[in-house]
């Protein structure tokens, strides 16, 4: 094969690091920014944020308005001046010079270490004292784990040590909702074999785990947890004497799926009791808890911060940004002052920095604008939302936006993700705002959005004993306009989790 020079000419696509940068912001989240921003701050010296998450606070008004909460520490330009103790008087206002006050502070200190402090704590104990009544203040220790309440009503049992080791040995292997998650098989294969432990002895420190607070703790699924619930209930002497707790019982010692199916005719041919004991029998099956561990678990309160902000104006809805979520960055200009001024060898690096600090922060504001612009175009095609709520939804896809703003759609779809609108109806992400086109029998369409609000409205006027089918629901939207097939009616209850009609079915 010979060697020989060719001339091709084509045309390439190529994103500089700055455009990279760009579109990997966009796409990004406002938790997911502040965590790259912090890095960012980290590694760049040249680059300075001027707000602070953690000082400089919003609070976002239910009419729209935001309200500023800056920290007197952090605020610089409040106008309060910041307390001076440079001056002639003390710390705590009064006319004391402030040396004053630590000499006088001194004596003090040097008098308390030498009180006799003998003569007012003898050995008598507050039961001993009928004069007067003492009180004590109560320090609270937190919030407790399942593990350590556990362990604390373990501590107090006479239980021998082997028992002890095996009620720990039981305590560790529970989920945080108080199940058991092994059985006691797997528990006994955890037990050295030089103990020598037989499966009654493990058995009986179950039963002891078992009768541990809350009631229905190390529990091996859901029916003998309930149990647990309604034995203890009957033992302290809640349950009374109503026939109601031996019926339900029953109902979930031998018969708890056919109350998850609601399948009532089954159960009172069953059980021979009327519909009244048996939605006696219902309702306190439902008091019982099916997680028994869930309130001693840790759960953190997730928030959402909203990137823009809704408001009604003279002119119409608009949308404003929120400036929580708009983080403010800018350039050091002592060191750009420096590196402008010095042209030495080796500041290639820092020039290089002060480079990526400038693309930096012209690319968040060019990502604050470009969500704001996006956001403001949906608010004008979604004006009926705003003002009457979902089922005013109009259809609407992420091509109609791109094409309005002369953006692409991967861009749109980048803005849309993981970007949130704040509304008098509440939070949405912004992808809310785009559905699927439904046909009506006028030749229009609708939202997918506004059929299954629908669809709720639907079902929350339903008769309880009488649940509409989809079939049914399907035929009450065509009677409105919307031509929907069954099959559809279906995904959308499915979607806002909703329970088909027999598990809505109420006696």
Not at 42 to 57: K, S
Not at 92 to 121: K, T
Not at 142 to 161: D, K, V
Request: glycine content about 6%; aromatic content about 4%; charged content about 25%.
């Amino acid at each position: 094969m010979k060697t020989s020079l060719q001339f091709k000419l084509s045309q390439q696509l190529a994103l500089t690091p700055q455009l990279q940068q760009s579109i990997r912001l966009l796409q990004l989240s406002t938790l997911e920014l502040n965590q790259e921003l912090e890095q960012l701050l980290a590694d760049n010296p040249l680059l300075e944020r001027l707000d602070d998450p953690l000082q400089d606070c919003a609070r976002i008004e239910p009419n729209g308005s935001i309200v500023r909460e800056t920290s007197s520490a952090a605020s610089s330009d409040s106008g309060e001046p910041a307390p001076d103790f440079t001056d002639n008087e003390g710390a705590d206002g009064s006319d004391q010079p402030m040396a004053a006050s630590l000499d006088q502070s001194s004596e003090r200190a040097d008098d308390e270490r030498n009180v006799d402090w003998s003569q007012d704590f003898d050995s008598r104990t507050p039961s001993d004292d009928n004069d007067e009544e003492r009180t004590f203040s109560q320090v609270s220790d937190g919030e407790r784990s399942l593990r350590e309440h556990l362990m604390e009503q373990l501590t107090a049992t006479r239980a021998q040590p082997l028992d002890r080791a095996l009620v720990e040995l039981l305590i560790d292997n529970l989920n945080d909702d108080g199940f058991l998650d092994a059985s006691l098989e797997e528990i006994g294969d955890l037990i050295p074999e030089e103990l020598d432990v037989d499966p009654e002895t493990i058995s009986a420190a179950l039963k002891l785990l078992q009768s541990f607070e809350p009631a229905g703790v190390g529990a091996r699924d859901l029916r003998e947890s309930l149990l647990l619930q309604i034995d203890s209930r009957v033992h302290s002497g809640e349950a009374g004497t109503s026939n109601a707790w031996g019926l339900a019982r029953a109902i979930v010692d031998e018969h708890l799926s056919l109350l998850a199916a609601k399948d009532y005719t089954r159960l009172r041919k069953l059980l021979h009791c009327n519909d009244d004991l048996l939605r006696e029998a219902q309702a306190l099956i439902r008091s019982l808890t099916p997680r028994p561990g869930a309130a001693y678990s840790i759960a953190q309160a997730n928030y959402i911060l909203p990137d823009v902000v809704v408001r009604k104006t003279r002119d119409g809805w608009r949308a404003e940004p929120n400036p929580q979520a708009q983080p403010r960055l800018r350039v050091n200009d002592l060191y750009a002052r420096i590196l402008r001024g010095n042209r030495v060898a080796g500041s290639s690096n820092l020039s290089a920095q002060l480079q990526e600090a400038r693309w930096l922060v012209k690319n968040i504001q060019q990502r604050g604008e470009t969500i704001l612009r996006v956001a403001q175009a949906i608010v004008q095609r979604q004006k009926g939302f705003f003002s009457h709520g979902a089922v005013a939804m109009r259809p609407l896809v992420l091509r109609e936006i791109a094409e309005e703003l002369g953006m692409h759609e991967s861009t749109i779809s980048r803005v849309t993700t993981n970007k949130y609108m704040l509304t008098h109806f509440g939070i949405f992400e912004l992808k809310y705002f785009f559905g699927s086109h439904i046909a009506t029998d006028s030749g229009g369409a609708a939202s997918s959005t506004a059929i299954r609000e629908l669809i709720r409205q639907l079902i929350d006027a339903e008769n309880p004993k009488a649940p509409l089918a989809d079939g049914r629901i399907a035929e009450l939207l065509g009677e409105q306009g919307f031509v929907v097939a069954r099959r559809t009616v279906a995904k959308y209850r499915e979607a806002i989790r909703i329970p088909t009609a027999a598990h809505r079915k109420v006696l």
